[in-house]
């Protein structure tokens, strides 16, 4: 694989593997509806919405795989949700359908399980539980995905990432951290494994705490190396632990479990 298309490239994940996969010698299209700085070398910027059909099939054209991390990442007005999320990727789908088929490594969310309990343990084949609007609209990209795969054998990686963060923050964390050394090892892996199908991939370290159960992708070889539990210590002296009969102390969606609709305007 020679080009990479980077959606979402202007947000945190998006610059995160924009240092990390250039250092691979690939060719990297950056795309974001967002202000994305000057290429340097090895890079190409493209400006897209995802909600335009038309500029998104221009996009794809060219590449051999996306990793697409574009759309809303948060609760929001369900509008908005609607033009980036769920009409976004099916643009992306079908542009990918037109140019080749470029394998996917779609950035889905734990929050499409969100209102499973913490002390409950999930592998990949557990019914969707989603905690929100945003939680939704990840469960019908992980469809849309697997509906591609069946009817056009579209290759796609579904992988519903934790908390991705240079560092575990608060006690939730403990259990749903994904380092950025673990995301980077984690695309990588994907983008070269030989056979790749159309997986659910729970986005996580290998913390002690973790409540997900991977076994099902170890046909891939990814094997994260870092463990939240290394901050146990400083994120105990940060932070009290939840009350035990709070949404924060009782579901895997944490605070995503509280969250209002949001009105439109």
Known sequence: MRRILITGAAGGLGRVLRTRLRAEGLLLRLSDVAEIGEPVPGEEIVRCDLADAKAVDRLVDGCDAIIHLGGISLEDRFSRILDANILGL???????RAHGHPRIFFASSNHTIGFYRQDERL???????????????????EALA??????FGQETAI???GSCFERPRNHRMLSSWLSYDDLTSLVTCVLR????GCPVIWGVSDNDRSWWDNSAIAYLGWRPKDNAEAFRDEI??????PAP???LAIWQGGPFTQDPIVPEA
């Open 90 to 96: 099916f643009n992306l789908y079908e542009a990918a």
């Open 123 to 141: 592998d990949a084949g557990m019914p969707m539980r989603p905690d929100g609007l945003y939680g939704v609209s990840k469960c019908f990209g």
């Open 146 to 151: 697997r509906m591609y795969f069946d009817k």
């Open 159 to 161: 992988v519903r990432i």
């Open 193 to 196: 494994a030989p056979l790749l």
């Open 236 to 241: 105990e002296r940060m932070e009290e632990r």
């Open 245 to 247: 009969d709070t949404p």
